[in-house]
């Protein structure tokens, strides 16, 4: 197996162990205490140097290359988990994951997630990442969100998938319904922090993402530290002053990105109480049985719905779109009417 190999970014942290857990690669799926035991086990060198103390100091540009041990049969289980395949050959495969189901097992949900199907579907014909035999996960959406996934079934496509995510260079489209209306005329909107606009009434976001400081189940903004993230957004459709569709593109893939992000500028997304919290809602400008939809509606209003890439094997460029689902499109419907 070819080394994992990336380079150390600005202001790294004052310890390697921290720095390498901030800068690996997210497609490598490697925790801070799998790279202190890889550090220990001799497998990781900084500028061709063997390093095993995870107190080292590191610099900007430093190249890491991680030696990874052979991929282990899984303790996972599969799962006979229906699947809604939208494209599937011998190196990868697309799914369109429901809202509810998991990507990979957790201690709070060791079953019934997108890898327990993916092992029962596609049997033996999977790859290896990170000394484990499991599904080439190379990028997730949350439980809640709803959408596209592409998957490698071969090393040589997590591999060429895994640097078109590091690269930045997958499209990736989501839909969201929101609180109130990001409008680009709002002096408000375009005086907060890390918020510009672009040509055709976009609106970049541009921040650092980290672990929220005392809720560490959540995501925090953060400007001079933090994982690079931005996000694009337009306004699709509104719906007077209360709410509004919007199409968001990421240039960045961070976890929680667009919910924190939109709950940043102050749109929080429909029915996402972690970040956006529940809004007072009129019932003169929506109807009461609208506001009673929006208030019930049972998860955060996202979904994955366009997502592109070039076929890490044959060179083809490819670009997949999936509905709203069902759930969506009913809200969307009311708000509509």
């Given at each position: 197996?070819?080394?994992?190999?990336?380079?150390?970014?600005?202001?790294?942290?004052?310890?390697?162990?921290?720095?390498?857990?901030?800068?690996?690669?997210?497609?490598?799926?490697?925790?801070?205490?799998?790279?202190?035991?890889?550090?220990?086990?001799?497998a990781?060198?900084?500028?061709?140097?063997?390093?095993?103390?995870?107190?080292?100091?590191?610099?900007?540009?430093?190249l890491?290359?991680?030696?990874?041990?052979?991929?282990?049969?899984?303790?996972m289980?599969?799962?006979?988990?229906?699947?809604?395949?939208?494209?599937?050959?011998?190196?990868?495969?697309?799914?369109?994951?429901?809202?509810?189901?998991?990507?990979?097992?957790?201690?709070?949900?060791?079953?019934?997630?997108?890898?327990?199907?993916?092992?029962?579907?596609?049997?033996?014909?999977?790859?290896?990442?990170?000394?484990?035999?499991?599904?080439?996960?190379?990028?997730?959406?949350?439980?809640?969100?709803?959408?596209?996934?592409?998957?490698?079934?071969?090393?040589?496509?997590?591999?060429?998938?895994?640097?078109?995510?590091?690269?930045?260079?997958?499209?990736?489209?989501?839909?969201?319904?929101?609180?109130?209306?990001?409008?680009?005329?709002?002096?408000?909107?375009?005086?907060?922090?890390?918020?510009?606009?672009?040509?055709?009434?976009?609106?970049?976001?541009?921040?650092?993402?980290?672990?929220?400081?005392?809720?560490?189940?959540?995501?925090?903004?953060?400007?001079?530290s933090?994982?690079?993230?931005?996000?694009?957004?337009?306004v699709?459709e509104?719906?007077?002053?209360?709410?509004?569709?919007?199409?968001?593109?990421?240039?960045?893939?961070r976890?929680?990105?667009?919910?924190?992000?939109?709950a940043?500028?102050?749109?929080?997304?429909?029915?996402?109480?972690?970040?956006?919290?529940?809004?007072?809602?009129?019932?003169?400008?929506?109807?009461?049985?609208?506001?009673?939809?929006?208030?019930?509606?049972?998860?955060?209003?996202?979904?994955?719905?366009?997502?592109?890439?070039?076929?890490?094997?044959?060179?083809?460029?490819?670009?997949?779109?999936?509905?709203?689902?069902?759930?969506?499109?009913?809200?969307?419907?009311?708000?509509?009417?």
């Amino acid at each position: 197996m070819e080394p994992l190999r990336f380079r150390i970014a600005a202001d790294p942290p004052p310890r390697l162990d921290k720095a390498l857990a901030r800068d690996v690669p997210e497609a490598a799926a490697l925790s801070r205490s799998q790279l202190v035991r890889l550090l220990g086990e001799g497998a990781v060198q900084v500028n061709g140097t063997v390093m095993q103390d995870a107190k080292a100091r590191t610099a900007e540009g430093d190249l890491v290359e991680i030696v990874l041990p052979e991929a282990q049969a899984t303790h996972m289980e599969a799962e006979a988990i229906p699947l809604e395949i939208v494209f599937e050959d011998a190196d990868l495969i697309v799914v369109n994951k429901p809202a509810g189901m998991v990507v990979h097992p957790a201690p709070g949900t060791p079953s019934g997630t997108l890898v327990n199907a993916l092992l029962h579907y596609c049997g033996a014909d999977l790859s290896g990442v990170g000394g484990v035999a499991r599904p080439g996960i190379v990028h997730r959406i949350d439980k809640e969100t709803s959408g596209l996934l592409v998957v490698a079934k071969s090393d040589r496509a997590h591999q060429g998938l895994a640097a078109q995510f590091e690269a930045h260079s997958v499209e990736r489209v989501y839909q969201a319904l929101v609180y109130g209306v990001p409008d680009v005329a709002d002096p408000r909107l375009r005086g907060i922090r890390g918020v510009s606009v672009e040509t055709g009434g976009t609106v970049k976001i541009t921040t650092g993402l980290a672990r929220h400081r005392t809720d560490r189940q959540k995501q925090a903004v953060y400007f001079g530290s933090g994982r690079h993230a931005v996000t694009r957004l337009q306004v699709a459709e509104r719906f007077g002053e209360s709410a509004a569709r919007v199409t968001c593109r990421l240039e960045t893939g961070r976890t929680h990105q667009i919910r924190v992000h939109l709950a940043h500028i102050g749109h929080g997304i429909i029915g996402d109480l972690v970040y956006g919290g529940r809004r007072k809602l009129s019932e003169k400008a929506l109807g009461a049985e609208t506001v009673e939809q929006v208030r019930g509606f049972a998860r955060q209003a996202l979904h994955a719905g366009v997502l592109g890439f070039v076929h890490p094997v044959s060179g083809e460029d490819l670009c997949f779109d999936a509905d709203l689902p069902q759930d969506m499109q009913g809200l969307l419907d009311a708000l509509k009417t």
